[in-house]
């Protein structure tokens, strides 16, 4: 079983994420132990923000790439962005400056966790309408949509997709947040599992945990399009 993370912030000094190539390659380890082989590297972007143009991740992704060769030669990193939704990012997309996930039309799109369920319905429309496909990433951290499923209902609806962060799915069942993050993949209302890795200690990948979760609990053919099919056809630009 090898899986694939689609969002991760791995690259090595350009956001939040990783701040050296030294911590870049101990989450290359950690994703290996958790048996990740694919990975696309999603730094943030935040629209007017100080964002590394598209050249300079990609000439970092090829440093990242050849030592993550070093530790598995089948271990495989693609590129994107995390987008910090404003109305300017279509324009930014279409000049370039913003990058889809490995140049697929699918786009990895994050709000306020106190953004109301209204503005993310609309926007994540106009992206579909632009023809772009959404991806909501970590659903389970907008305030809004707790505990009112049909408010995610109405988004992939819509045409959109939804991400839960690996994370969340690793907690006591008693606390019921962990209970409420299990349910909505139960519901099907996730389609994608990913780490949303930022360092090598607290936010790390946590991968291996949650597909035991998940296989334990749910249906064999649901597990399996959240762990490989799903983010395989993204891979692919082929619709889910
Ligand atoms: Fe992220």
Known sequence: MKYIDIHTHILPGVDDGSGSMEETIMMLQAAQVQQIETIVATPH????????????LRERLEQVQAEAYKINSNMKLFLGNEIYYSDSIIEDLKAGKVL???????????????????HIYQAMSRLVRAGYIPILAHVERYRCFYKKEYLIHDLIEAGCYIQMNSRSLVGNLLDSETAYHRSLIKLGLVHLIASDCHDEKVRIPYMKKAAQIMTRKYDENLV???????????LGDKYI
């Open 45 to 56: 972007y935040i629209p007017g923000g100080s964002n590394l143009s598209v050249d300079a």
């Open 100 to 118: 889809t996930i490995a140049n697929s039309r699918y786009i990895l799109v994050e709000f306020s966790p106190k953004d109301p369920e209204q």
């Open 224 to 234: 399996n399009k959240i762990l490989f099919s799903n983010p395989l056809k993204i």
